[in-house]
């Protein structure tokens, strides 16, 4: 008998999967293109090369070296060279470049004679990440020309030699390593969380949407029937066919990032292989335990949807945690993309031992479970169906 309700329940749930082809569109066609889309994107990794101008008002030798080493530095690239301030300001509004230099007159007089002269740039921080790179650019060579000059006026004064001068300049020497992404590479950074964070919300959208609709269309109290009046065996018989293309679509999604576009791997594949069907069922769970909350269909998938866009900010993925109000920051934990991403972090990128990562995959578990208690709200609504508009 139990038999005979679960295969009802199974095939239900494959015979509206084939009636309805949004339903391949959303489960394996949009988050494939989604991660090639953003793969794609940010292939080149690290932002180079940010357009930039130059207004140069003293032609001397100290403003040409200037800018000799500022065409030598990878973040920027001297497209343009401007005679006054206002040629350069209005290149940047109509977006020729994304900033510049203004290099003032008598720049060489007022450095050797000690009169502090003022180098400014101007830099178009609507782009965010490109303007950041440009400011490092420009500030890094003004930083190298003070010391430059320093440096020759202290060795001509004849006080300290070469050595003796190096020393002065810096006396301590510092060294910056990048643990986990030591390419600065912004796919590695970004792509790890927006790829997990956008399949997720197609998991709980496509979740929320096939319970839904047995609601809004009146059908529920048929889709109890068929398995035999049991809530567990209906749920289950809908989602495992959703469970199962999600996580083809999930392993397609990893191939994609780690042996196609190179994303670095450095633990065992199964530790992530294994944690993506963990991943789909907990974002499966978490979309049924919104329904099981509010068992309607505007409200259901509502809230699902509130709460996947809302992952991109609260779960440290668009704003590091470290800026967030404490209470904002515990909303990230509410849902299962954030452990997903902590896993990724942690084995993908940082390569330690599963141990330390039980946690993580403990907490993708118990969002599985987590609606099960609360299926009776559900199925008293499918019983006895009231609707809300």
């Known amino acids: 008998m139990y038999k005979l309700f679960f295969n009802e329940s199974i095939k239900r749930g494959l015979v509206q999967l084939v009636r309805r082809q949004l339903y391949w569109i959303v ?20 932002i180079s090369r940010v357009p930039v101008g130059i207004v140069d008002l003293d032609n001397s030798s100290v403003s040409r070296r ?11 690239n001297i497209i343009h060279h401007y005679t006054d301030y206002n040629s350069a300001l209005n290149a940047v509004k109509r977006g020729e470049v994304n900033g510049f230099i203004l290099l003032p007159e008598r720049l060489e007089h007022k ?7 003022v180098v400014s740039y101007y830099i178009n921080y609507a782009l965010f990440a490109p303007a950041s790179m440009q400011f490092k650019g420009f500030k890094t060579v003004t930083l190298l020309a003070n010391g430059a000059i320093a440096k020759t006026s202290l060795e001509a004064t004849g006080l300290l030699d ?8 810096q006396p301590i020497l510092t060294e910056v390593h990048m643990l986990g992404n030591p ?51 209906a749920v289950f018989g809908k989602l495992a066919p959703h469970t199962f293309i999600f996580t083809c679509t999930g392993w397609m999604i990893q191939f994609l990032m780690y042996r196609v576009y190179g994303m670095p791997l450095n633990c065992n594949p199964w530790h992530m292989i294994l944690a993506m069907p963990l991943f789909v069922l907990a974002n499966q769970g978490f979309a049924l335990l919104m329904m099981c909350i509010a068992p309607n269909f505007r409200l259901g998938t509502t809230l699902c949807t509130l709460l996947g866009m809302l992952s991109f900010s609260f779960c440290g993925f668009s704003l590091p945690a470290e800026s967030m109000y404490p209470w ?3 909303l990230g934990y509410t849902v299962p993309v ?29 969002f599985v479970v987590l609606p099960w208690p609360l ?15």
């Open 111 to 117: 450095t050797l004679t000690g009169q502090n002269p």
């Open 66 to 76: 200037i800018e000799r080493n500022l065409g030598a530095i990878q973040t920027v």
């Open 375 to 389: 299926q009776y709200r559900l199925k008293r609504e499918c019983i006895n169906p009231v609707y809300v508009p």
């Open 328 to 330: 904002v920051d515990a």
């Open 338 to 366: 954030k452990y997903y991403f902590l896993l990724s972090i942690d084995q993908a990128l940082n390569g330690i031992p599963l141990y330390y990562s039980r946690f993580y995959y403990v907490a993708l578990i118990v």
């Open 183 to 233: 390419w600065a590479n912004y796919s590695y950074y970004l792509n790890l969380s927006f790829i997990p964070c956008l399949l997720a919300l197609f998991i709980m959208l496509t979740t929320s949407f096939s319970i839904g609709t047995e609601l809004k269309y009146g059908t529920c109290q048929e889709w109890i029937a068929s398995a035999g009046g049991s809530i567990k065996f």
């Open 27 to 46: 489960m394996i066609a949009a988050p494939i293109l989604c991660a090639v889309f953003l793969l794609e994107l940010m292939k080149p990794g690290t």
């Open 162 to 169: 070469e050595r003796s001068v190096a020393t002065f300049m």
